[in-house]
């Protein structure tokens, strides 16, 4: 490891920051005042009432009683780890930003691994998407890549993003079911809005049940934008592929599993840390050019297709190795911020209407999860990159600014003396944008089925067989049979072979076949192959 120069930064950040509290040394208030005694209140005899003036006692249970903040509103159980990052060559080509130029440069990183449905405390084995996100403690600030295990998402425009969460999570009467998604309200929705139909397959693919944090892909979802620094733009998609090779558990193992030890993944991770069996990623892009941003029969910034393989290769640019547990789980894996919207020089979005959700959603949801606007001074979220802002005060301010706090101002102090200078400053790619205000997207925006049926018709037999049991069993759980049937409709659009199997096993009629179900992209050519990722 690089460990003079950028590779540890982060590791001295935090060693700067661990608590002063010295082993072995006598207890103290938070006020530093010695204790004597923590057990008895203090109280008027053996036998009165406890006095409001045991100062020790009230602040004890006081902070006792704040140290819980509320989960995260999705993606609220999770695991994380430090790391870092080393591109194999420079990217200078298509992208200016300064962590993916020099081989020799390595960038710290923390990752957090999720699921998305279940709260806190629920099981690790669930079927369930998992989170992938990376933060990347660069030198221009941090750049979060805050992607899924699988390549797309289940809806198109983050203005849908309340309606499927509140369809996903527990039921808001009893809170039934926990981190599954074997209910009705999910397949309600999933049956009424196709768009869903993509990320479904995967779901109900083994991919939804992974064997291991260190054995899942990540994915960016979204098509971003590489610029170099002559200004031009490349379409970019991210990946990420285990060293170990995609696995997944079988159904009844994931279950059990779920019994037996409801922290499979998170122990997982940590042990393998423990015992330097590091967890190792390749990070990958593919790269479309400005010019073919309408190359495709389908459109770059819908997220719920992807960009096949066979049409635009993988191409390898580097690696993340995670060989650090967290010392704290709140402080560090509770706390970590990500967000979208943290880009670094060389890295922009695109028009995608649920890319551009999320770079609003992060920032809103942690300004109230993280207690304000300050939690970007903590620990973990803390760049390494020099922060200089006019921003002040707030809760939890733990900074000492001086001097003045506006800008332009020539009287100095601790203000930033001049704005970022070009070459190194952010600049936001100079997209030409022009159009009327509506609420409609692209033709191809509604082709729902071709995608599911491209990923159906890529799968082995057993992986077939795999994904209809996995319908039959969350289907069969829906008590609403009108949910059950449409739903089958819908999967008939997809494959008739599908529904029919699906519907046999869960006492629906089977869907009458129409013959006229075309897909664009169904064709042997096309199968995804590629994308089931090394090693399943
Ligand atoms: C977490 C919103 C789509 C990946 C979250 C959180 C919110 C959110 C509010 C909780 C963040 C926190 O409390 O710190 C949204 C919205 C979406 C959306 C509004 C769509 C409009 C996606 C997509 C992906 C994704 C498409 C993957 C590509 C994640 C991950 C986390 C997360 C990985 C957990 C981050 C962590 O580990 O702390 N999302 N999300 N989300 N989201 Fe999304």
Redesign the pocket.
Known sequence: RNDQDTGDRKQRQREAFRADDPAGGPLTTDQGVEVDHTDDSLTVGERGPTLMEDFHFREKLTHFDHERIPE????AR?AGAYGYFEPYESCAEFTRAAFLQDPSVQTPVFV?F?TVAGPRGSADTVRDVR???TKFYTSEGNYDL???DVPV?FIQD?IK?PDFVHAIKQEPHNEIPTGSSAHDTLWDFVSLQPETLHAIMWLMSDRGIPRSFRMMQGF??HTFRFVNAEGRGTFVKFHWKPKLGVHSMVWDEAQECMGRDPDFHRRDLWNAIEAGEYPEYELGVQLVPEEDEFAFDFDLLD?TKIIPEEQVPVRPIGRMVLDRNPENFFAETEQ???HTGNVVPGIDFTNDP?LQ??NF??LD??LI?LGGPNFSQLPVNRPVAPVRTDQRDGYHQSALHSGTNYFPNTLGGGCPAHAGVDGSAYTHYAERVDGAKIRRRSASFQDHHSQPAMFWNSMADWEKRHIVEAFRFELGKVDARTVRSRTVEELAKVDPELASQVAAGIGVPEPARDESVAHKLVSPALSLTSLRGGGS
Not at 72 to 75: A, E, K, M, S
């Open positions: 995260r509103v999705v993606h999770g957090r999720s989170g992938f996100a805050v992607g899924n998402f983050g993003f960016g979802v997220a970590v911020a990500f649920l959700a999320r959603s992060y949801t942690q999860r």
